[in-house]
């Protein structure tokens, strides 16, 4: 079997990731080519806050029209032992700090669901209990008044079954990196967002993701009412097999 999705294109909005930290100006620069979400990183326990987003850029980007989403930092991989207790842990510090920016669990997006979290998935130790730390994570998270989103990266060690369990819990939804379909687990509603490679967009340094127009996140990038227009285009048709 195959999961086929088509992608929207950047008139729909485009959605990109960034490590680094964005000026007011920076913000509108990127509304001005097309970008409409924006994901940018909160810090583990115990890290410096570093390039993380603050309360100012948050401000800067909604200002500018942009919807913001927060991803918190994986650990190194040569330290990502999870397991139920750093699930709860790192999702206790992720809503703390979501929530000492402005970020408002009871404020929706524009496609009328709450802000999201994001919790990445990738570079887990063999040894690693992922679906605990997963499943803790993402119970705290939505008990909090948030959204959640799994981003499966490489070694992520879950598998669809788990996948589907997280995706039971609630409002979760599932962002893949990327790699190549096939290496990823395949959750059955599919997943919201598939990311590319660098580019670079206003002169700034970003990951881009495409929009499954047939997945639950489309609304991320316009009214999820919308209908979303035949692109017409054959390079937007991303193909994906369904793994055992």
């Not at 979400?37 to 993380?52: C, E, I, Q, S």
Request: some cysteine.
């Amino acid at each position: 079997m195959e999961l086929v999705s088509k992608a929207v294109v950047g008139a729909d909005g485009i959605v990109v990731d960034t490590c680094l930290h964005l000026s007011a100006a920076q913000a509108q620069a990127l509304y001005a080519v097309g970008v409409r979400v924006v994901f940018r990183y909160v810090p583990l326990p115990g890290n410096a806050v570093g390039w993380d987003i603050t309360e100012g850029e948050l401000a800067d980007l909604v200002g500018a029209g942009h919807t913001v989403l927060l991803v918190q930092h994986p650990r190194r991989p040569e330290e990502n032992a999870l397991n139920a207790v750093t699930g709860l842990a790192d999702a206790q510090h992720s809503v703390a700090y979501a929530l000492s920016i402005g970020c408002d669990p009871r404020a929706p997006q524009p496609d009328g669901k709450p802000p999201r979290i994001v919790l990445d998935m990738e570079g887990v130790l063999p040894a690693s209990n992922s679906f605990a730390h997963a499943e803790a994570w993402v119970t705290y998270v939505l008990s909090q008044g948030f959204a959640a989103v799994v981003y499966i990266g490489y070694l992520s060690r879950l598998t669809n079954s788990n996948c589907d369990a997280l995706a039971a819990l609630g409002i979760v939804d599932f962002w893949c990196d990327a790699g190549p379909y096939s290496e990823r687990p395949a959750p059955a509603r599919g997943y919201a967002l598939k990311q590319h490679v660098q580019s670079t967009l206003a002169g700034i340094g970003v990951d881009r993701s495409d929009v499954l127009v047939d997945c639950v996140l489309y609304g991320f990038a316009r009214p999820v009412s919308a209908v979303p227009p035949d692109n017409g285009d054959p390079a937007a048709v991303i193909t994906a097999p369904i793994l055992a």
